[in-house]
């Protein structure tokens, strides 16, 4: 069964930085479509940066420049690295990793841009 789990949330002032964490069990990360997520209150979710396999990472207009994802394969993990937030910024964030027709999420971590 595929499990995903975000960590790394947290409160942080505007410019600041927080590296968000999704460990993934039940599959490999190598293989799969993987990406992070976001919703704001009274927001639809957006997708915000993820990659193919072994390709190329790719971002949201948005978040570009600031935002950088990443992957471990010894540990089958995908990261978030989030510098300069800004308010705009905060939502609870979301892991989704996609293999084959499945798709799968994680529960979510909060992000709080506020000074």
């Known amino acids: 069964q595929v499990q995903l789990v975000e960590s790394g949330g947290g409160l942080v002032q505007p410019g600041g930085s927080l590296r968000l964490s999704c460990l993934a069990s039940?599959?490999?990360?190598?293989?799969?479509?993987m990406g992070w997520y976001r919703q704001a209150p009274g927001k639809e979710r957006e997708w915000v940066a993820g990659f193919t396999g072994e390709s190329s990472s790719y971002y949201a207009p948005s978040v570009r420049g600031r935002l950088t994802i990443s992957r471990d394969y010894a540990k089958n993990t995908v990261y978030l690295q989030m510098n300069a937030l800004k308010p705009e910024d905060m939502a609870v964030y979301y892991c989704?990793?996609?293999?084959?027709?499945?798709?799968?999420w994680g529960q979510g971590t909060q992000v709080t841009v506020s000074s």
């Open positions: 989704n990793l996609k293999y084959g027709t499945s798709a799968y």
């Open positions: 039940g599959t490999i990360v190598r293989f799969a479509t």
